[in-house]
């Protein structure tokens, strides 16, 4: 048996004994037909994840992602194209976008400037020294249900700070198939610890995984890493030249792919190279 096979063999059986023991017999199967049926299972003892929907959440079915006119840095940008993909593939709903502040409809206003004229609404800040969404990378969200229409508040320090307070948000937004909510107390602030917070992706023979992804399947999973905070991807582009029979592209291709992806983001790229290998370049 190789070591791919076993490698892949194990994880799913040590994962389908595990699940078993808290599931019962019978559960993975039962599981696998609903989702196959189309339906939202029922029984909490399954997989699903379907969140309690507060009936006092601030209902966000009808809201507009609305983004600073003019050029945007490019982690800005993504912050808003994010929000609304991720919440349509979870959901089903399309949010609309805009650089106007609409009359009546509930707003996810996403910004690195504590001033935007053109929106005709002050945004909130707070007093105070070393907080949190003043420090880099760092943000705030802040649900204001008390002014019309209610807003909630993707507040960045920066650019990078935007797109990391949507992941935090994309994580406590109540959602299930039609439905989007958000709780209306919601105020956290926070910022990194680190400065550099990364992840190392290798697309290369060793790496039992990856060499076998599409660049889309790259970014989904670089898009993810956002979501928790990570500011950086380390690549592998030099090192075991080898080919396997799950690539579906060349290493230079793919590399350069994965470069493209952390401009997207405006995450750092950064190269792992030997001693030996670092001498020859």
């Known amino acids: 048996m190789n070591r791919r096979r076993f490698l892949k063999q194990g994880a799913l059986g040590a994962g389908a004994m595990g699940l078993r023991e808290v599931l019962g017999p019978g559960a993975l199967k039962s599981r696998s037909q609903t989702l196959a049926a189309g339906r939202v299972p029922q029984d909490p003892t399954d997989l699903s994840l379907q969140p309690v929907i507060r009936a006092d959440n601030l209902q966000l079915r009808q809201a507009t992602v609305v983004s600073r006119p003019g050029k945007l840095p490019l982690a800005e940008q993504a912050a808003a194209t994010v929000l609304v993909e991720e919440v349509e593939k979870r959901t089903g709903i399309r949010l609309k976008t805009s650089t106007i502040w609409p009359a009546n409809t509930p707003v996810i206003a996403i910004t690195s400037v504590k001033s935007v004229p053109s929106w005709g609404r002050a945004i909130p800040t707070r007093n105070g020294q070393n907080l949190p969404e003043t420090q880099p990378e760092g943000y705030r969200l802040y649900v204001d249900s008390q002014n019309q229409p209610p807003a909630v508040w993707v507040v960045g320090a920066d650019a990078r700070g935007t797109l990391f307070g949507v992941g935090s948000l994309l994580r406590?937004?109540?959602?299930?198939?039609?439905?989007?909510?958000?709780?209306?107390?919601?105020?956290?602030?926070?910022?990194?610890?680190?400065?550099?917070?990364?992840?190392?992706?290798?697309?290369?023979?060793?790496?039992?995984?990856?060499?076998?992804?599409?660049?889309?399947?790259?970014?989904?999973?670089?898009?993810?890493?956002?979501?928790?905070?990570?500011?950086?991807?380390?690549?592998?582009?030099?090192?075991?030249?080898?080919?396997?029979?799950?690539?579906?592209?060349?290493?230079?291709?793919?590399?350069?792919?994965?470069?493209?992806?952390?401009?997207?983001?405006?995450?750092?790229?950064?190269?792992?190279?030997?001693?030996?290998?670092?001498?020859?370049?």
Not at 209 to 221: G, N
Request: aromatic fraction near 12%.
């Open 172 to 281: 406590r937004l109540d959602w299930a198939p039609g439905v989007l909510a958000i709780n209306p107390k919601l105020d956290v602030a926070t910022a990194p610890a680190y400065t550099i917070r990364g992840h190392q992706l290798g697309y290369r023979p060793t790496s039992n995984t990856y060499d076998a992804w599409s660049a889309a399947r790259f970014d989904q999973y670089i898009r993810e890493l956002t979501f928790f905070g990570a500011n950086s991807i380390e690549g592998i582009p030099f090192q075991d030249r080898r080919k396997t029979p799950v690539m579906k592209f060349s290493r230079p291709l793919m590399n350069r792919a994965i470069g493209e992806i952390c401009q997207r983001y405006r995450l750092d790229y950064c190269s792992w190279v030997s001693v030996g290998q670092a001498r020859r370049i």
